[in-house]
């Protein structure tokens, strides 16, 4: 039991770290699979892979819970406002993934949760970001002429710079995005973030809402493979229990810090760098199947 409770924390580390970074939380689990298998029933290792990311929710709750929190007493009526307003657009933005999400849930699970599909997923959204984050570096200054005729550069204004801002139309927009993130290996968050940063919304802000859009995503996601687990008759063991508990546990507290993090590095840095992260990760993945398989 406790060389499978110490391979819970490895994949908890590896949710709480890639969950929120857009580099596929579901496509490095599947790989981390590959190399370490946890000794569980295939019913249980299927909810596992979902649950587990409950930990990882709780840690976008705490963090920005006063944000979140329509009842807070330290807002004002018009703040009220916004915040539930916030929740509708988020909950508008699942609508798509939802829909998808339910009717293929068993079908991308028995033909896309391979290591070859989550290699060609890290390798093609890679490409996007650092295309996209160049299309947006070359955009970011336009020419403007002075009252003397001069013609001078200036800083493009980022049209939305702040999650109240967003609109039901854009945050529609992003939930189609993240109908892309059923494909393991492409990373909810990163396409997401991507999605809003195409569409003119700023890092900062189409992070915070990537994450909020989370909450219901994965708590739904999160539901449905608990039921389908309990409705295939398969009884967990003390041992799994314990494997999910721990799971959980430690992608909270891995989340809390790297969500921390890349809120700072979004502000002034682009995501590039994970771009060129998932290309090499995937094409060394590639090689391993392509030598060992």
């Not at 963090?63 to 909950?91: A, C, D, M, R, Y």
């Not at 989370?214 to 449905?224: C, H, R």
Request: some cysteine.
């Amino acid at each position: 039991m406790i060389v499978e409770l110490l391979k819970a924390v490895l994949f908890g580390i590896v949710e709480g770290v890639t969950e929120w970074l857009p580099i596929s939380s579901t496509g490095h689990l599947i790989l981390l699979d590959e190399f370490i298998t946890l000794n569980v029933s295939d019913a249980f290792k299927s909810m596992f892979d979902v649950v587990i990311q409950l930990g990882a929710i709780l840690a976008v709750i705490v963090l920005f819970f006063h944000k979140l929190n329509p009842f807070s007493p330290s807002k004002s009526g018009e703040e009220k406002k916004q915040t539930w307003q916030l929740w509708f657009k988020v909950i508008a933005a699942i609508i798509p993934s939802g829909i998808v999400g339910v009717l293929f849930d068993d079908w991308m699970d028995a033909h896309l949760h391979n290591g070859i599909v989550v290699s060609i997923a890290l390798i093609v959204y890679g490409i996007a970001f650092i295309l996209v984050e160049s299309r947006n570096n070359r955009g970011k200054f336009e020419k403007v002429s002075t009252k003397d005729g001069v013609t001078v550069s200036r800083l493009k204004v980022e049209p939305v710079s702040n999650v109240y801002d967003i609109t039901y139309k854009t945050a529609l927009i992003i939930g189609c995005f993240q109908c892309l993130s059923l494909i393991p290996g492409t990373s909810r968050s990163g396409s997401t973030i991507l999605g809003a940063i195409l569409i003119g919304v700023g890092r900062g802000a189409g992070a915070e809402f990537s994450f909020f859009m989370a909450i219901p995503t994965m708590l739904g996601a999160s539901a449905i493979k608990m039921l389908k687990f309990l409705m295939s008759g398969v009884s967990a063991t003390g041992t799994e229990i314990g494997v999910l508990i721990v799971g959980c546990v430690v992608s909270f507290i891995v989340s809390l810090l790297v969500i921390k993090g890349l809120m700072q590095y979004v502000r002034s840095h682009s995501f590039s760098a994970f771009g060129v992260y998932r290309i090499v990760l995937g094409i060394i993945v590639l090689m391993y199947f392509a030598i060992f398989t």
